[in-house]
């Protein structure tokens, strides 16, 4: 009798773990995608092919859908940092990737979580070579 009373608080512990260890290894998977597209850029002079690729490969293991990414090159002007095209950047010029993923949770409603939930990460490295 106790077991009855005890086992469906025990299920929900579990998959609540599971599915929490799944949620901060998809966080972790993205936050190295970011860092890794941002050394792309940095040493490909901000090539969005080689920094696509660069997040592909870091976040091949991502369940579902593959994450989106935002990739902004930025030069300093007196002192200000002012958005530039990252077709036209030199060395010293700073690139910043944000990846962002969809995550959706296994038991929302029964651990009372939202349905899914957005992971993101940015990075920025300046850039060695052009």
Known sequence: ?????????????IFGMVDMGMAINAQAIVGNAAREGARA????????????????????????????????CQT???GTPTAIACSSVSPGDSVQVKVSYTYKWITPGVLGLPGQSVIVATSQMRIESA
């Open 76 to 78: 300093m002007v007196s």
């Open 41 to 72: 850029a940095s040493f490909s002079g901000a090539d969005t092919t080689a920094t696509n690729n660069a997040i592909s490969r870091a976040s091949a293991s991502l369940i579902g859908t593959a994450p989106t990414t935002n990739i902004t």
């Open 1 to 13: 009798m106790e077991f009855a009373l005890v086992l469906p608080v025990l299920i929900v512990m």
